[in-house]
């Protein structure tokens, strides 16, 4: 044996091996990636001139490798916010003292379910657009500021009024939390992957990129097609029909085929 693993050492590798591989799911299909790939060659130049005891070229690369971590910062601040939300509210940390909460499960109840299925179907025939988010462990408070607190009851009639198109409520997204409608007219992030399809609108780009940043489902519902799609954990799945959205909305994601 030339090495000794501990438990310790384990974890070590473990832990590293996580919080890159967040990283890059964070930078994947961005330009970002492209930035990351060049550090790391950068990196990599370093390590062989060094390697080659090559002392001038060493010291050079040297200077700019140890402001490495302020660089990356600069670089990197809207990954390194987005990395920060994730592990605050897609993990749930901010209700850790909250017991009940923290481990409850989310769900939601079947008149509700019902009405944003009755909705969703009446926009997909009528080619409304809609945005809707269920929020999960996250209260999403900050992002119900954006818009119109409501806090009214979820129905069918109150949803086709807010995305009637000449309703000035109607441009944004609707947030439900605890099984009202927490605010309407929300401004969501908008997700800046190069790999979303471009017959995928600001819309679906927006569900995208709330459903990668926090723990809700969302629901998008196209102008253009009709067509409805679920949105979670930064994945898709467009074309779904009312039933499937019904069992999606109750947690039964047996049918969920991801989009990517």
């Excluded at 009637?164 to 409520?169: E, I, Q, R, V």
């Excluded at 009202?180 to 969501?188: D, E, P, Y």
């Excluded at 097609?225 to 994945?235: E, L, M, Q, S």
Aim: hydrophobic share 50%; glycine share 6%; proline share 2%.
């Amino acid at each position: 044996m030339f090495f000794h693993l501990s438990l310790s050492d384990i974890a070590d590798i473990l832990l590293v091996a996580f919080i890159f591989y967040q990283v890059y799911k964070l930078v994947k299909g961005t330009v970002a990636i492209n930035i990351f790939a060049g550090i790391f060659t950068f990196y990599v130049a370093w390590l062989l001139v060094k390697a080659l005891n090559m002392e001038l070229m060493s010291d050079i690369l040297g200077q700019f490798i140890g402001m490495g971590v302020i660089a990356l910062l600069i670089v990197f601040q809207q990954e390194v916010r987005r990395f920060l939300l994730l592990i605050g509210s897609k993990y749930n940390l901010q209700n850790i003292f909250n017991f009940e909460r923290l481990f409850s499960k989310p769900s939601i109840k079947d008149e509700v379910a019902e009405a944003i299925v009755r909705a969703c179907d009446y926009f997909a025939k009528t080619k409304t657009g809609a945005l809707i988010v269920l929020s999960q462990n996250s209260e999403l408070f900050n992002y119900a500021q954006t818009g119109v607190l409501l806090r009214s009851i979820v129905t069918e009639e109150l949803l086709e009024n807010i995305f009637f198109k000449n309703s000035p409520l109607h441009d944004g997204a609707v947030i439900i939390a605890d099984n009202k409608i927490l605010a309407a007219r929300c401004i969501l992030p908008v997700s800046d992957n190069n790999n979303i399809p471009g017959s995928l609108g600001l819309r679906h780009r927006a569900a995208i990129g709330m459903s990668a940043a926090t723990d809700a489902h969302i629901v998008v519902v196209s102008e253009e097609t009709g067509n409805i799609t679920f949105v979670k954990d930064g994945h898709f799945k467009v074309r779904i029909t009312p039933q499937e959205l019904n069992s999606f909305l109750h947690n039964d994601f047996t049918g969920f085929v991801v989009n990517k």
